[in-house]
């Protein structure tokens, strides 16, 4: 909450900008994961209940909810860099807000938060 109150109207420097605008698209998409594996640990809790190994699934959401954000962020600032030439965050410089433009956040950002809501409603 820090990194968003703090970076989210940094557009006077540009660096600093996008740097913002990655972090927060990290944590926002960090949190929807968390989100993700606390409805699946409710959906092993109340359901299955038994024969689960909780020190495996603790370790696999681990490293879901901070390495699948990390790794869409990555591919993100690659194709921002090779493919749309520094676009995806362009806002830094135009907008009021450093974040993804309209195209970017469709593509990296919805669709992922919209495939996850997805996934938790069809677990039943």
Do not use: Q
């Not at 989210?8 to 994961?33: G, M, P, T, W």
């Not at 974040?99 to 956040?105: A, P, Q, T, Y």
């Amino acid at each position: 909450m820090l990194v968003f109150l703090v970076g989210l109207d940094r557009r006077e420097n540009f660096i600093l900008c996008k740097v913002f605008a990655v972090l927060i698209h990290y944590l926002f998409l960090a949190s929807i994961c968390w989100m993700l594996v606390e409805g699946v640990n409710l959906y092993i809790a109340l359901i299955i209940v038994f024969g689960v190994n909780h020190k495996k699934l603790k370790i696999a959401a681990h490293c879901f909810s901070w390495g699948f954000p990390a790794l869409l962020c990555l591919i993100t600032v690659l194709v921002d860099a090779f493919v749309t030439g520094f676009e995806l965050y362009e806002v830094c410089m135009t907008a009021k807000y450093c974040f993804l433009n309209h195209r970017g956040r469709m593509y990296f950002f919805v669709a992922p938060i919209m495939l996850m809501m997805r996934s938790t409603s069809s677990s039943s």
